[in-house]
């Protein structure tokens, strides 16, 4: 499994960014993709996630209403998953992470970087 991510960049408070990320070799039914963010001294929080059992999902509360979690699985050999955000804050920054949990185990990918200024 290879997850890369894209979209990340600086915007002003307010403004939108869409994140992608293209999950490659991945070729599972049941499995949670998402995003977790990371700032420097913090743990990395889950921002976002879509399960693809049932299509449900799942926002940090600070996130609500303002980013839509999709995803893209017409290719059978990849799944893209994308992350708008709207209305971004300065709280929003951090490093982006794509992750993917099939069965027992996580991978990630390399983390794309975002800057709100105010």
């Known amino acids: 499994v290879q997850l890369v991510e894209s979209g990340g960049g600086m915007v002003q408070a307010g403004g939108s960014l869409r994140l992608s990320c293209e999950a490659s070799e991945f070729m599972f039914d049941e499995y949670t993709i998402g995003w977790f963010r990371q700032v420097p001294g913090k743990e990395r929080q889950g921002v976002s996630c879509?399960?693809?059992?049932?299509?449900?999902?799942?926002?940090?509360d600070s996130v609500k209403g303002r980013f839509t979690i999709s995803s893209d699985s017409s290719d059978n050999t990849k799944k893209t998953v994308y992350l708008e955000m709207n209305n971004l804050k300065p709280e929003d920054a951090g490093v982006y992470y794509c992750?993917?949990?099939?069965?027992?185990?996580?991978?990630w990918g390399q983390g794309t970087p975002v800057t709100v200024s105010s």
């Open positions: 879509i399960s693809s059992i049932d299509g449900s999902t799942y926002y940090m």
């Open positions: 992750y993917a949990r099939v069965a027992s185990r996580t991978h």
